[in-house]
């Protein structure tokens, strides 16, 4: 297994691609997550009464433990950055043929698609850890009275790997399947960015929720808005809390989800022309 | 002795074209075994099965005497097709990948086979810069690395010019001496017939013949001669006794006889009592050329 790790390294150390998106999503999640506290800071700071009352609605997103929560969310709508990166490990594999360069120097072809999983695995663990550094980073900065609240709420720290992780694992999928970075690149574009969005909103209004079960949509219930959402009413208080609620029911769905992208990863793989 | 490679009965079908058609033979260790046949013969898509990137239809191959597996196949030093490499590494960094997998070689062993293949002053450049001669020298540096006792390459020479063409014969020819067995699929007839030592003919997916050299080439003598007035040589010669097939190639005419039964002496008296002097008379086997046309040929 380490023998595996080490060669996907050997291969990423020096793809400059990687540390392109390592670079970006170092800038990225601070900078969404900055824009949200500016607006914070900017609502809260004055002294008229609209102010106290966006301070009383919203408490402080970003601070202790909050924080873990409210950076998970606004972090999580640029998965598409470690998207781009994951389509381009598996399709540069079939662009220069290494796929099946490292089955005849030696590879099982289970071994070439666990080589995938750890490449999925440690870009997921290299955002998460970006996503720790800066939640914890704003938890400091944004009231530093509160660290003492640190460690509640430190669940976001696994769900957040679980989504990246899942929705990584989809996006493989496609890159797998399709093997042509750009055409998987728009598909996968295409339907996170509009169709999933759509059909949830339908679904959400029309079909009982049903969106709730499409394959990105799984995950990102994981990490249901930031708590102040709920404090605009008693339908959204009862809306929020039915997310979290939902939360576990999510957590099962998405690692059934996860497992089987693999499973069929494992079982094309076994029987294709490579 | 065990074969190194056992083909039995390999079918491959591509939707409704037949790219093999149970094809059987055996590589004995040590041979320099040519593959050959026209394009889209399935050169490649046997040699591919055998390294586990195509599946068959059925029959079965085993390397050493065992069924096919990640294990034989790290002993095996391959070049399918094209060069597989990942273009923004050097060729260090590349064969330091083949090595991880295979388990073949050191990093002594990297500068040695980068060293045999000309390599050696370019090998911190990244692949995506190199030449395509380059790329094939790069991949033959990869099948090499080890010292495996078996090779398998694929068209080895594509891309070379003429001075890298024949250095790679060289090592091919020096990897032999060495008793390496190599597995070498060519449309380079000439090629294959500088340096191997068995061969198998394919054709549209169907194994013509396979064997040893000699054997396979070995069917007929050509006897070459020729005189001065060359329509009175053929229109004599075709009364000669015991050949097979005569025919008049410019001033040249052509006696083609069964192996062993050309004597020179006996075409020369025939002619000299017939009234006729010769200026050239001479017996050769027939070339791999001929015969690679005289088989594959409707």
Not at chain 2, 114 to 125: A, D, G, H, Q, Y
Not at chain 2, 155 to 183: M, S
Not at chain 2, 222 to 243: A, C, H, M, N, Q
Request: hydrophobic residues 45%; positive net charge.
């Amino acid at each position: 297994m380490f023998a595996l790790i080490k060669i996907e390294w050997l291969k990423i150390k020096k793809y400059p691609a990687f540390w392109w998106m390592l670079g970006i999503v170092a800038l990225t999640y601070p900078g969404i997550n900055s824009i949200s506290y500016y607006g914070y800071t900017k609502a809260t700071s004055g002294k008229e009464i609209a102010n106290n009352i966006a301070k009383m609605l919203l408490g402080n997103p970003f601070a202790f433990p909050e924080t873990w929560h409210s950076v998970a969310y606004f972090s999580s709508f640029f998965i598409l950055l470690p998207a781009i990166l994951v389509i381009m490990l598996v399709t540069n594999e079939y662009t220069f043929r290494t796929h099946r360069q490292n089955v005849i120097d030696g590879w099982s072809r289970p071994q070439f698609i666990t080589s995938k999983l750890f490449d999925v695995l440690i870009v997921s663990i290299i955002v998460t850890l970006v996503y720790v550094i800066v939640a914890a980073g704003f938890g400091i900065y944004a009231d530093s009275s509160s660290t003492g609240q640190w460690a509640s709420q430190l669940q976001y720290i696994p769900l957040f790997l679980l989504q990246v992780f899942s929705q990584l694992s989809i996006v493989f999928l496609l890159g797998y399947l399709i093997k042509k970075a750009f055409i998987a690149l728009g598909i996968f574009l295409f339907y996170y960015l509009i169709v999933e969005n759509i059909a949830v909103a339908y679904a959400q209004f029309k079909l009982k929720d049903i969106g709730r079960f499409l394959p990105f949509e799984v995950s990102d219930r994981l990490i249901p808005r930031p708590a102040f959402f709920s404090r605009f009413g008693k339908d959204a208080k009862v809306s929020y809390d039915h997310a979290l609620g939902l939360i576990p029911e999510h957590v099962i769905y998405t690692l059934i989800l996860t497992t089987g992208i693999w499973l069929i990863c494992y079982a094309v793989h076994k029987k294709r022309d490579l | 002795m065990q074969p190194v490679l056992s083909l039995k009965g390999i079918t491959k079908s591509y939707g409704p074209i037949k790219a093999l058609k149970g094809v059987s033979f055996e590589v004995p260790a040590g041979a320099v075994f040519g593959i050959l046949g026209p394009n889209g013969s399935g050169k490649t898509t046997m040699l591919s099965i055998i390294l586990d990137i195509l599946k068959a239809d059925s029959g079965s191959f085993s390397w050493f005497g065992q069924p096919g597996s990640p294990e034989t196949r790290k002993q095996i030093g391959s070049l399918l097709e094209t060069p597989n490499f990942y273009h923004y590494l050097s060729a260090v960094d590349n064969l330091n990948i083949t090595h991880a997998i295979s388990g073949r070689g050191d990093s002594a062993d990297i500068d040695r086979v980068l060293e045999i293949v000309k390599l050696t002053e370019r090998k911190r450049s990244k692949f995506s810069a190199y030449s395509l001669g380059m790329k094939q020298r790069l991949a033959i540096a990869g099948a090499l690395l080890g010292d495996p006792q078996v090779l398998v390459f694929d068209e080895p020479t594509n891309g070379l010019d003429p001075v890298g063409i024949a250095e790679i014969r060289e090592l091919i020819k020096e990897l032999a001496r060495r008793g390496k067995t190599i597995i070498m699929a060519s449309h380079l007839l000439d090629e294959v017939e500088k340096v191997c030592t068995h061969v198998a003919i394919l054709k549209r997916g169907t194994l013509i013949t396979a064997g040893h050299v000699d054997e396979v080439l070995a069917h007929e003598d050509i006897v070459e001669v020729s005189s001065k007035e060359p329509e009175r040589l053929y229109t004599t010669l075709k009364d000669f006794p015991g050949y097979t097939h005569i025919k008049q190639e410019g001033k040249m005419v052509e006696m083609f006889l069964p192996t062993g039964t050309a004597k020179l002496e006996d075409v020369n008296l025939y002619c000299f009592e017939k009234g006729i002097t010769l200026n050239l008379l001479t017996v050769k086997k027939k070339s791999l050329e001929a015969k690679f046309f005289e088989l594959t040929n409707d």
